[in-house]
Every structure is written in structure tokens, then in C-alpha cells.
């Protein structure tokens, strides 16, 4: 299977805790993308990646997110000290991002619950 | 600000019965308007990509069409596999963040 991966698929931790969440792109993509889900909505984007380097971060919902692309191949997405309120589908895409060619292609995403 | 309108939020079909789907958008300079497919519980999957009014796409029973303003999803003669919910989203020209809608939640029923 060539697409997006995200693991893990589905996690539940306790509030306070700390999470990550591991995307693999589609090897010739460029462009990372992750966003977060809630019901009835549309995705929500968080951070962007152009290989290593992130060129948007300021949508991160909180200080307690980060995320990193340390070789320009898979990423991570972080959540410190986990809220109920971060409960949600956390979705990652990839994008070839050239001329004529913007899509995005997207993992089948990890659903977190904060109990 | 990039907006993006769906409607209608949810759409019951009988099976073979055509209809129309919504996407009306505001940006700064569209570089272009994407069409997703999203199941329960999955990710969004990619359906098309429009970039130019008057532009048109097809793919099965599906298909898009783009003016200036607006966007519509074309379904003729759904199936009952054709139920989702479909996301549209616009990038704009002056931005690299895409802006999606809340997508509409389309049931074929059989």
C-alpha cells in the first residue's frame, strides 16, 4: 500500500498525559499536512510542512501541540498535558504540491478520546 | 478570510434519483477547488480538482462543475455505496492553508 499511514489508529489516555501521533506520507510528497476533526465539521488545519522545514504553525491550537518533520519523511504530531477537549480525529495528508497538482492525500487518521 | 459554504448539511436520495450537491466559496484568487469523499470513521479520500470556472470533471456517476462562486457535485442515478459525506475545499491563491466546509451527509437509501 502506497498511501498516507497514521498510527496509532485509535488512542485513549487519561487527562494530563501526553500523546504523539506518527504519519508516514506518500514517499514523492513534499508537503505534510495535519489537521484536526471534530464531528460535524469539516477538517480543521493545524501546521504544514515543505519537507523538513514547518512554514505554518500559528494555527496550532495551543502551545501544548507541536509537531516535526525531522528528515522530510514521516512527522509527529504531539499533544501535551491532554484535555477532554482535544478528543477528536487527528487526520495527516500529503501533497505533491507542484505546478497544476495541489491535492492532498489523506491517512485514514487516529482517533483520540481524553477520558 | 477564505469561506466555504456546503449545502444542504444532509441530503436523503432513493436510490437512482439524480441530484445536487453545493459548494459556494469566497477567496482571494483561486489556485483551486477540491472535492473529497469522506466514510465514517475514515480519512477524507480525494475525488477531484477544479481550477477554472466553466471547468467540469466526471468520474462514475459523479460530476463537478466550478463558476466564479460557486461549485456543484453532480450524483446521477445514486447507488446506495455512493453514501457519505462530501467535503469541498478552496485554496487560495494568497494562502497555503486550505479551507474546507463542513461537508454534506449524503444516504442513498435502496
Known amino acids: 500500500d502506497t498511501g498516507v499511514s497514521q498510527d496509532p489508529r485509535h488512542k485513549i489516555t487519561k487527562r494530563g498525559q501526553n500523546v504523539t501521533f506518527r504519519c508516514d506520507p506518500i514517499s514523492e510528497h513534499n508537503r505534510l499536512y495535519w489537521y484536526r476533526q471534530t464531528l460535524g465539521q469539516g477538517p480543521e488545519f493545524l501546521t504544514y510542512?515543505?519537507?523538513?522545514?514547518?512554514?505554518?504553525k500559528s494555527r496550532l491550537l495551543s502551545d501544548r501541540f507541536s509537531a516535526e518533520r525531522p528528515k522530510g519523511s514521516f512527522s509527529t504530531l504531539e499533544i501535551q498535558r491532554t484535555e477532554q477537549g482535544d478528543s477528536a480525529m487527528y487526520l495527516c495528508?500529503?501533497?505533491?504540491?507542484?505546478?497544476?497538482?495541489?491535492?492532498?492525500?489523506f491517512g485514514p487518521g487516529t482517533r483520540l478520546t481524553v477520558t | 478570510e477564505d469561506q466555504v459554504t456546503q449545502s444542504p448539511e444532509a441530503l436523503r436520495l432513493q436510490e437512482g434519483e439524480s441530484s445536487s450537491l453545493n459548494c459556494s466559496y469566497t477567496v482571494s484568487g483561486l489556485r483551486g477547488l477540491f472535492w473529497y469523499r469522506q466514510d465514517p470513521g475514515k480519512g477524507p479520500e480525494f475525488l477531484f480538482t477544479l481550477y477554472s470556472a466553466g471547468e467540469e470533471k466526471e468520474k462514475e456517476r459523479l460530476k463537478a462543475t466550478l463558476t466564479k462562486k460557486e461549485s456543484f457535485l453532480h450524483i446521477t442515478a445514486p447507488k446506495p455505496e455512493d453514501s457519505a459525506t462530501y467535503l469541498c475545499?478552496?485554496?487560495?491563491?494568497?494562502?497555503?492553508?486550505?479551507?474546507f466546509g463542513r461537508g454534506t451527509s449524503l444516504i442513498v437509501h435502496p
Open positions: 510542512f515543505q519537507n523538513e522545514a514547518q512554514l505554518e
Open positions: 495528508a500529503s501533497s505533491p504540491w507542484t505546478s497544476g497538482n495541489y491535492e492532498q492525500y
Open positions: 475545499a478552496v485554496q487560495s491563491g494568497g494562502s497555503y492553508i486550505p479551507t
